[in-house]
């Protein structure tokens, strides 16, 4: 009786989450009707508070796959709560992400959880585990950005259909950094199963610089470039416009002043 429940325990929905979700809800209608006196303050909210809840969901799809792949241990370290607390680096999970996004309007990837890889037997779990955070952010974009997609905009206020297509933006940008086959990023993860011994071994002194060296190239204007190019192309397939990334994005910086934003209110 008392293991069930702890069970049930490791994975009650941690009130950290709920409350971020309750903000982030508020937010969101509050950008909706247009209630805020400061706009763009609501979409800044809302769009946090979005980005980390998906980055708490990335990081429980993790958890959630290792855990029926044979990690029995990641309840017990609270990574089935949700609480953005419990990450093993939680300053890479959550703090630093949320910091690219206010500089640059990049979704980078956080740091993982950690799991215990010696419970999990067979090499296609441990490369679903890897899979199954990104996978996470391509199903946000696809939330999203359905309402471009799906031609559902009618009624939709501008300052929330712009605020839907930075959020879109930040999943799709999170989404390809972290399938990059770059050793301490996800896409490393999956593929890393298939390696021999000897070329895991070479390797692995290079994981914890690996996002910083990402970082660092997409700081080359040239590199910069090009990968906005590839992202904007996605979410124009998506049916959302550079114009509606822009102006979500112009909005969430609500510290350079609201601009005089085309329709706003409509």
Same mark, same amino acid.
């Given at each position: 009786?008392?293991?069930?429940?702890?069970?049930?325990?490791?994975?009650?929905?941690?009130?950290?989450?709920?409350?971020?979700?309750?903000?982030?809800?508020?937010?969101?209608?509050?950008?909706?009707?247009?209630?805020? !006196?400061?706009?763009?303050?609501?979409?800044?909210?809302?769009?946090?508070?979005?980005?980390?809840?998906?980055?708490?969901?990335?990081? /429980?799809? *993790?958890?959630?796959?290792?855990?029926?792949?044979?990690?029995?241990?990641?309840?017990?370290?609270?990574?089935?709560?949700?609480?953005?607390?419990?990450?093993?680096?939680?300053?890479?999970?959550?703090?630093?992400?949320?910091?690219?996004?206010?500089?640059?309007?990049?979704?980078?990837?956080?740091?993982?959880?950690?799991?215990?890889?010696?419970?999990?037997?067979?090499?296609?779990?441990?490369?679903?585990?890897?899979?199954?955070?990104?996978?996470?952010?391509?199903?946000?974009?696809?939330?999203?950005?359905?309402?471009?997609?799906? *031609?559902?905009?009618?009624?939709?206020?501008?300052?929330?259909?712009?605020?839907?297509?930075?959020?879109?933006?930040?999943?799709?940008?999170?989404?390809?950094?972290?399938?990059?086959?770059?050793?301490?990023?996800?896409? #490393?993860?999956?593929?890393?199963?298939?390696?021999? *011994?000897?070329?895991?071994?070479?390797?692995?002194?290079?994981?914890?610089?690996?996002?910083?060296?990402?970082?660092?190239?997409?700081?080359?204007?040239?590199?910069?470039?090009?990968?906005?190019?590839?992202?904007? !192309?996605?979410?124009?397939?998506?049916?959302?416009?550079?114009?509606?990334? /822009?102006?979500?994005?112009?909005? #969430?910086?609500?510290?350079?002043?609201?601009?005089?934003?085309? !329709?706003?209110?409509?």
């Amino acid at each position: 009786m008392a293991t069930a429940t702890s069970r049930r325990s490791d994975r009650r929905i941690s009130p950290v989450f709920l409350g971020i979700a309750a903000v982030t809800a508020v937010a969101g209608w509050a950008v909706w009707t247009g209630f805020s !006196s400061a706009p763009g303050f609501a979409v800044f909210l809302f769009v946090t508070g979005a980005w980390i809840v998906s980055l708490c969901l990335h990081e /429980y799809a *993790h958890a959630r796959t290792a855990l029926h792949g044979g990690d029995i241990s990641v309840g017990a370290k609270g990574y089935l709560t949700l609480n953005p607390l419990k990450y093993t680096h939680a300053m890479l999970s959550i703090v630093l992400p949320v910091i690219f996004v206010i500089m640059g309007g990049i979704g980078l990837p956080g740091g993982a959880v950690f799991i215990e890889h010696g419970r999990i037997r067979g090499r296609w779990k441990h490369s679903l585990i890897a899979a199954a955070g990104p996978l996470t952010n391509v199903l946000f974009a696809v939330v999203c950005t359905a309402p471009f997609w799906l *031609h559902a905009l009618d009624g939709v206020p501008a300052g929330f259909r712009y605020a839907l297509a930075f959020l879109a933006l930040l999943q799709v940008t999170a989404a390809i950094l972290n399938f990059l086959p770059v050793p301490g990023l996800d896409g #490393y993860g999956v593929i890393e199963p298939w390696l021999s *011994h000897g070329i895991r071994r070479q390797i692995e002194p290079f994981a914890p610089f690996g996002l910083l060296a990402v970082f660092a190239f997409l700081w080359l204007p040239s590199v910069n470039s090009v990968f906005f190019d590839a992202i904007h !192309s996605i979410l124009r397939g998506l049916g959302v416009t550079e114009w509606d990334t /822009y102006w979500g994005q112009r909005l #969430y910086r609500f510290w350079q002043g609201t601009p005089d934003i085309p !329709s706003l209110t409509g």
